[in-house]
């Protein structure tokens, strides 16, 4: 029953590894505390560079700089 | 003064049916706990289906086999 | 498959209470966006009135404003 | 090490005025705190007007009305 | 630099269980996406059975009906 | 109508520090974006250091390496 919700910056992550990163949170979560993957939910947010800061700067700010 | 955040898989809901969500909500909050609709807000986040996954699998493929 | 997150202040909320409004919202996901019931997730947020704050100011502040 | 969510509706915030409410919030958190600014994540969903309610109603709707 | 937030029902997880999960959840966004492991936050939300809903009651009732 | 979540770790705020906080961000919420403070909702959620992780490890364990 647990649910997950995973913020990543939107940078063309494809479905596939989007679909890979599902299946890989919903079993983590049964092999680690035996959660039911039936009732697991995994949301992702993929969220705009601009949108995203860290460190005070925006990710857009910091992909220039090569960070 | 309550904070409602309701995630949905984008599917094509009109605008018509959030508002009439956002409505019901607030009311509900109204008549079950007393909270001032006024003060209430709330929040749809609608989910592409690539980036949702119940039992593993990503909405997009739960629909193709017609979940 | 909806997942819906209530946040309200901590002020003594009742357990059928809460009980009472998961159910409310479920069934008005299944009337107004026919949404499965047994799929969705509400989760219910206690907050503490000192940290809570609108207008600028806790709702503790504005509790013993009459507020 | 904080981690703030800001969201607000999408109305033309200007990637300018995203960088500089990021900036401005890592610093806050800095001064009132104490935290590590480099370590400090903000992340910043705009919301449509349609999915966004407050007193019942989207703002859709209340920006018609001139609210 | 994801985020990450993991909700599950409050019932006695262990502090240890907690670390094993998030050194999993950190490691699989880095074979997955490639993400780097020292700037992914992970955050884990215990919730009260009285305040989690599935299926349009608490986990509370459903774990009296040994669900 | 800004709504914004601040989490941050239970390290001993005091509501004083919170109350600031939530004062600081209203603020510069209004003279960023030009938000109406009256209506700008802030929380703060305090995290156990068990429940937050970064780097693949606790703050519990990272506390106790003097970071």
């Known amino acids: ?3 997950v919700n995973i913020k990543i910056t ?7 590894k989007k679909a890979e990163l599902i299946q890989g949170v ?12 039936q ?4 949301v ?3 969220v705009d560079t ?5 460190g005070g ?3 857009t700010v910091r992909r220039k700089q090569g960070l």
Chains 1, 2, 3, 4, 5, 6 share one sequence.
């Open 1 to 3: 029953m647990p649910y």
């Open 10 to 16: 939107r940078e063309g992550v494809t479905a596939e």
């Open 26 to 37: 919903t079993k983590l979560l049964q092999d680690t505390l035996g959660k039911n993957p």
């Open 39 to 42: 009732t697991t939910v995994v």
């Open 44 to 46: 992702i947010d993929e």
């Open 50 to 54: 601009d949108n995203w800061g860290i």
């Open 57 to 59: 700067e925006t990710v």
